[in-house]
T-cell receptor
């Protein structure tokens, strides 16, 4: 059974801090790892990672995958209150038809 | 406007009743998905459908049923056999070949008492 574990469960920081969110996984037929941001209702897609060691970057957010150690990190630099959300990690299997989600990390950024 | 709609936003039912949650998309996506989210937890896949008239069980299909008679629509029925139906239900769709790029609806919060 595919498994995705995220840590920490929740995190409270102040604006301007840098945070690192972790995602480890066990999947039989790995295809890709995905990060989503869920604010109020629907998650929005952030990154897709397929290759080890190649950083994906979007503004203050960046993410990298380690396929040997089976984990990914999501970094957010210079955090803002608008970054407050639940961040979800998911893995896609090789058949490409299912995503397995982790439990999420709830980030709160205080002014 | 293209997108995914779910209705209703909030739904209340008595225990023992079946209830159907609506999910419609006009994005011309082939694949559609239903997830369940419980407080403080991630998304768990209930059912998914890659094409019309075909669907597959996800990780927690017991107590749920779906149909996919039209490309645009993927309704989910929460049956009385579902032991703990109170949850937030999210529907998603994805374009062909891009199952990772899932577009989510706004969700339906179901409360069963």
């Amino acid at each position: 059974e595919d498994k995705v574990v995220q840590s920490p469960l929740s995190l409270v920081v102040h604006e301007g801090d840098t945070v690192t969110l972790n995602c480890s996984y066990e999947v039989t037929n790995f295809r890709s790892l995905l990060w989503y941001k869920q604010e109020k209702k629907a998650p929005t897609f952030l990154f897709m990672l397929t290759s080890s060691g190649i950083e994906k970057k979007s503004g203050r957010l960046s993410s990298i995958l380690d396929k040997k150690e089976l984990f990914s990190i999501l970094n957010i630099t210079a955090t803002q209150t608008g970054d407050s959300a639940v961040y979800l990690c998911a893995v896609e299997n090789n058949a490409g038809n299912m995503l397995t989600f982790g439990g999420g990390t709830r980030l709160m950024v205080k002014p | 406007d293209g997108g995914i709609t779910q209705s209703p936003k909030y739904l209340f039912r008595k225990e023992g009743q079946n209830v159907t949650l609506s999910c419609e998309q006009n994005l011309n996506h082939d694949a559609m998905y239903w997830y369940r989210q419980d407080p403080g937890q991630g998304l768990r896949l209930i059912y998914y459908s890659q094409i019309v008239n075909d669907f597959q069980k996800g990780d927690i299909a017991e107590g749920y049923s779906v149909s996919r008679e039209k490309k645009e629509s993927f309704p989910l029925t929460v049956t009385s056999a579902q032991k703990n139906p109170t949850a937030f239900y999210l529907c998603a769709s994805s374009p062909p070949g891009y199952n990772y790029e899932q577009y989510f609806g706004p969700g339906t919060r179901l409360t069963v008492t």
